[in-house]
């Protein structure tokens, strides 16, 4: 059984869909769990919802794609708890656009975004991971990068550089004994898609996933937070550098 009591987590991208289950169930393991986001509603609702169950999230309004917002979590972190034990990468956002409207801007956000706190974030509680026992990094990736979408062309490039930076990460940090490694969801139900898992075209992209996903649904949030959990824990101390899909089967098809 997992168990992260004492430990110290920070998860990018906590308000909703995957980057929430995962706060949710180191909080239930009882870690104690830091936020980012820049969704404050849910963030916040989220708090309360832990914090009455007497679980420890402490949701902060971030932005992960400025330096300021980030060093100011980890110098919160830094005074708090002097360490950190986990870091997941998880915010991200999609530019949904063709190549041929797509702007120098949509790009650049994206990939400041997607891509530069994972390496910058990672640089910054640096001197926090070496401090815990069992560190580990997971970054979020994407099989979007491994096959490409119409409409995705700077999301997938920015995921692509998830994976590699995951593998090099790897390499890098090893001398610390600090691991990293990287989940690859698959179509997973999070708000990002409930305009098709929801909408009034639900029953058109039923049909899609039966088509794409061999297992023939949906993914659940949780089912990813779980891969992630395991990925941090005391389970998976000889995984470093791994690229784990999470996908019912989406890339194999
Ligand atoms: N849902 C899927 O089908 C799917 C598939 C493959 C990969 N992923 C990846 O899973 C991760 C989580 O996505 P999700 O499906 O839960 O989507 P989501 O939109 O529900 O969650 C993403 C969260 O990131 C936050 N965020 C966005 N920009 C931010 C910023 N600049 N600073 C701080 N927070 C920011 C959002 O507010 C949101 O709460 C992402 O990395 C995504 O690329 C999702």
Same mark, same amino acid.
């Given at each position: 059984?997992?168990?992260? !009591? ?26 104690? =769990?830091?936020?980012? %986001? ?17 679980? %420890?999230?402490? @949701?902060?309004?971030? %932005?992960?794609?400025? /330096? +300021?917002?980030?060093?100011?979590? =980890?110098?919160?972190?830094? +005074? &708090? @708890? ?14 949904w656009k063709y190549f ?5 801007? %949509?790009?650049?956000?994206?990939? !400041? ?9 990672? &640089?910054? =509680? ?6 815990? $026992?069992?560190? *580990?990094? /997971? ?9 490409g979408e119409d409409n995705l062309l700077? @999301?997938a ?48 992209? +039923? $049909?899609?996933?039966? $088509? ?29 550098? *791994? ?11």
């Open positions: 059984m997992m168990d992260f !009591r004492g430990k110290v987590i920070l998860v990018t991208g906590s308000s909703s869909g995957i980057g929430r289950s995962t706060v949710e169930l180191f909080a239930e393991l009882n870690a104690h =769990v830091i936020g980012i %986001d820049m969704n404050d509603e849910w963030g916040k609702e989220l708090e309360s919802k832990l914090r009455s169950k007497g679980l %420890d999230f402490t @949701y902060f309004h971030s %932005d992960v794609s400025k /330096i +300021e917002d980030l060093k100011r979590v =980890v110098d919160y972190i830094s +005074e &708090k @708890y002097d360490k950190l034990d986990v870091l997941v990468n998880n915010a991200a956002i999609a530019e041929e409207e797509l702007t120098y801007e %949509d790009c650049e956000r994206v990939i !400041r975004v997607n891509l530069f706190p994972t390496i910058f974030l990672t &640089k910054f =509680v640096l001197p926090l991971l070496k401090k815990s $026992q069992n560190a *580990s990094i /997971i970054n979020v990736g994407s099989v979007t990068a491994e096959r700077c @999301y490039a920015s995921k692509g550089g998830v994976h590699a930076i995951t593998i090099s990460l790897a390499r890098i940090l090893a001398k610390y004994n600090i691991r990293v490694n990287a989940v690859i969801p698959g179509p997973i139900d999070t708000p990002i898609n409930w305009v098709r898992t929801r909408g009034p075209e639900k029953a058109k992209w +039923e $049909q899609w996933i039966k $088509q794409v996903v061999l297992l023939s649904r949906w993914g659940k949030p949780e089912e990813v937070a779980s891969v992630i959990a395991f990925l941090a824990s005391d389970l998976a101390t000889f995984i470093t550098g *791994s690229l784990i899909a999470v996908d019912g089967g989406y890339l194999i098809r």
